[in-house]
């Protein structure tokens, strides 16, 4: 292939893919604008911690945007090449469109490499810091890991359920706690309001609920007894959060490689987590290996965007194909957790599809074919 053809489509694949990353980031960043905004103005959490919280997220973005962009860098260009009648020029002076494939090719994988890079190391530390990082937080604000309408597991061997906040009065309303410190009983407490007391000096808090019922179940004997009061407090020891990153546990998505290989190698957990732990250990080199074939099929959509009116919208389908790859990578992640055949399997299929879909494309392309054939009654009078 012509070295300056290379280095030509080459150079002009950086400026979009450049642009698309970095917007396509910031709109997955902004997405948390309205949670940092409620926690700097309610709960006067420090600026310093919050961009530590999204630097810790931009590698899970990343993961997702590169592929994203790899597809829209390859289409844009490839667009603009044929709207400029560059692909025509090509043609006439008898260079094949199959030799566009090797810079796109190129780009894609240095694009997987570093996509590779990042799912396998930067997600796990971005996780797994987010994870270490909210829990200092929540030592020093309780109230941001408080949410409404969601249960609640900071406090260890309790589970708090408020229905709604008020941040300038700390007060709640419409508590459930589940209370099972206790290893011979659980309490069950049902309050209609609360509020929150901290004592820093202690790193503790106190629960100070109202107008209430206390269900004390008693696990030996079997027997529940109910009580009802107008004040009750409830003590929380918050110095539980600060766990090092040594001992607190990961998820399978906190881990980084050698420490999943190691998981399913020893197979010592139960048959699901073993199974979800092989999907994310796939997971890492699936995501990564769509820069490829997103890329690959971005090529044919592009070209088939010429000028040309009688020829299918490329950008259109270029945008359907996204959609599409994303929703059988969601709908792969809930079954591969239940269906019966090997989560390898359900983890791969959207990239074999996009492989598949993208030879289909440039073999018609290549032969100035229509992707969507039609066919044509005839009518004879």
Not at 350 to 367: E, G, H, T
Request: charged residues 20%.
């Amino acid at each position: 292939m012509p070295s300056i053809l290379s280095r030509y489509i080459f150079k002009e694949l950086i400026t979009p893919f450049a642009v698309s990353i970095s917007f396509l980031t910031f709109i997955f960043l902004m997405t948390r604008i309205p949670e940092i905004t409620n926690m700097v103005v309610n709960y006067n959490t420090g600026i310093a911690s919050l961009v530590m919280l999204l630097i810790y997220t931009i590698p899970r973005f990343m993961e997702l945007t590169i592929p994203l962009s790899v597809m829209i860098a390859v289409l844009l260009t490839v667009m603009r090449m044929s709207n400029d009648n560059e692909i025509t020029a090509l043609k006439g002076s008898g260079i094949s469109l199959s030799r566009l494939v090797y810079p796109v090719m190129v780009f894609s994988a240095l694009a997987t490499a570093l996509s590779l890079s990042i799912s396998i190391w930067g997600v796990p530390w971005g996780r797994f810091s987010f994870a270490v990082t909210g829990a200092e937080l929540a030592k020093s604000t309780f109230q941001v890991a408080l949410k409404e309408r969601q249960f609640n597991n900071t406090f260890d061997g309790v589970m708090i359920y408020v229905t709604s906040i008020d941040v300038k009065s700390s007060e709640f309303s419409d508590i459930f706690i589940e209370d099972s410190r206790n290893p011979d009983s659980i309490n069950i407490t049902v309050a209609s309001k609360g509020i929150l007391v901290a004592d820093d000096a202690q790193s503790s808090y106190t629960f100070r609920l109202s107008d209430g019922t206390i269900n004390q179940v008693d696990i030996e004997d079997r027997s529940v007894n109910a009580v009802n009061f107008d004040i009750y407090d409830i003590n929380f020891d918050t110095q539980f959060t600060q766990k090092s990153k040594q001992t607190l546990g990961k998820d399978y998505d906190e881990m980084y490689l050698y420490e999943l290989i190691h998981f399913i190698k020893e197979g010592k957990g139960e048959p699901k987590e073993i199974r979800s732990a092989r999907m994310e250990l796939h997971q890492k080199f699936a995501i990564p290996f769509s820069c490829l074939a997103l890329g690959l099929l971005a090529l044919p959509l592009g070209i088939s965007s010429g000028p040309s009116s009688k020829r299918s919208s490329g950008f259109g389908l270029a945008v359907s194909f996204s959609l599409l790859y994303y929703l059988l990578l969601a709908g792969a992640k809930s079954v591969g957790e239940t269906a019966p055949f090997s989560p390898v399997i359900g983890i791969w299929i959207p990239d074999i599809v996009m492989v598949i879909a993208a030879i289909y494309l440039f073999s018609r392309a290549a032969s100035e074919k229509p992707f969507i054939k039609r066919y044509a009654k005839k009518i004879t009078l």
